[in-house]
């Protein structure tokens, strides 16, 4: 009789467990892909390594935007030449998603033009941009529209533009499109081509499908000298002049001058271009959350300068900012990634991969 009750309550928890497995099987799926963006800002901090990071926001006491991401990543940025990449090489490989040598813009190590994020972008329909604090010609910027083996050719990268593959360009550069050595007035070539031209020295906020927006003769003034909050407002442009015309799109901004600021060993030149740049990350954040569709993504090409935060001895709540160069370092850089496809940013790998998560998230690599 035992025996039986035993057998009996076996079977009664074999069913309950039974049901159990088949109640939870969706648990043992394989991983849901991830949700494809309609919209990318990519953030570019120049020379923004993790000292940066660290050393800029010790003693901020607002809203601390690297601290709102749940994915970060690690990125290796070696060039194909050299363990120190160059901002050229750097920002060729989000590009194409190959290495290159120091220099580059647009083309692969052998110096051949090789088929850019923008390029693929545009056969999707999307609207393109690049919003810096350099000039629009500068090799961060230059590397997304253009296919030159010197990043010195600045003259030629203007010429690029007329492609027709970078919808919208602000920043500094008029000296590139007016006044060249060709003679050409690039500003008329582009107007003929369906862009909007505006040079003032304050920005404006206007509507147009497609602008070129220079705001200096080269590189924008610095935050110490009084640029303001141009970075938050050319960013707010841009999205909405794409968004508008076109729907999905794919803005890169570039805080170009933390790297200056460490090129320069100047601890605070860069403090402020980081903090302005923190202040432009958290309302890129803030729209990304209203909207739901887009992914944010905030990276570095390089760290510059070396930079180490240090005892201060004569204050031990403080640290004393001591750089090793005035040139780049070979540090890996940090990735932070929110919404749509951000888990896929998580971990540690070549600065390439960056190229190829974009790329497949927005399934980019065969037909659409």
């Given at each position: 009789?035992?025996?039986?009750f ?18 939870a ?20 901090g120049?020379?923004m390594?993790?000292?940066q ?7 901020f ?96 990268i ?28 690039l ?8 862009f ?8 404006k906020?206007?509507?147009?499908k ?11 003034k610095?935050?110490q ?6 970075l ?8 909405k002049?794409l ?13 170009s001058?933390?790297?200056?600021g ?11 271009e ?12 803030d ?65 390439t ?13 065969g037909?659409?």
């Amino acid at each position: 009789m035992f025996s039986v009750f035993c057998k009996m309550k076996m079977r009664t928890l074999s069913i309950l467990l039974f049901s159990l497995l088949v109640l939870a099987e969706p648990t043992f799926a394989g991983p849901k892909k991830p949700k494809k963006p309609k919209k990318i800002v990519f953030l570019i901090g120049d020379g923004m390594g993790l000292t940066q990071i660290t050393g800029a926001m010790a003693d901020f006491t607002g809203r601390n935007s690297f601290e709102r991401f749940t994915y970060i990543g690690l990125s290796k940025t070696a060039s194909a030449d050299n363990y120190i990449t160059d901002s050229g090489a750097g920002a060729t490989v989000f590009s194409i998603g190959k290495k290159t040598y120091n220099g580059a813009i647009g083309v692969d190590s052998a110096g051949k033009e090789k088929e850019g994020l923008f390029e693929k972008l545009k056969t999707a329909a999307w609207g393109t941009g690049v919003v810096v604090t350099s000039s629009v010609t500068h090799a961060t910027p230059a590397a997304f529209y253009a296919h030159v083996t010197s990043r010195k050719s600045e003259d030629e990268i203007a010429e690029s533009l007329i492609l027709n593959n970078c919808d919208l360009a602000i920043g500094g550069g008029k000296k590139f499109f007016l006044g060249r050595k060709d003679k050409r007035n690039l500003f008329e070539e582009l107007n003929e081509k369906g862009f909007t031209i505006a040079t003032d020295t304050f920005l404006k906020i206007f509507d147009a499908k497609k602008i070129i927006y220079t705001l200096a003769e080269n590189g924008m003034k610095t935050m110490q000298e009084g640029r303001g909050d141009y970075l938050m407002q050319a960013t707010k442009l841009a999205q909405k002049n794409l968004e508008k015309h076109y729907g999905n799109y794919f803005l890169m901004v570039e805080a170009s001058q933390i790297d200056w600021g460490g090129h320069d060993n100047n601890f605070e030149y860069m403090k402020a271009e980081l903090i302005d740049f923190n202040q432009v990350i958290n309302a890129v954040l803030d729209e990304a959350i209203k909207d739901g569709n887009t992914l944010v993504i905030v990276t570095a090409d390089h760290e510059t300068g070396g930079l180490s935060l240090l005892e201060n001895k004569e204050n031990k709540h403080l640290f004393k900012a001591n750089y090793a160069s005035s040139g780049h370092s070979g540090v890996m850089v940090p990735v932070f990634a929110y919404g749509p496809g951000a888990e896929q940013f998580a971990g540690v790998y070549e600065n390439t991969e960056i190229y190829y998560k974009i790329v497949t998230l927005l399934k980019l690599n065969g037909k659409l």
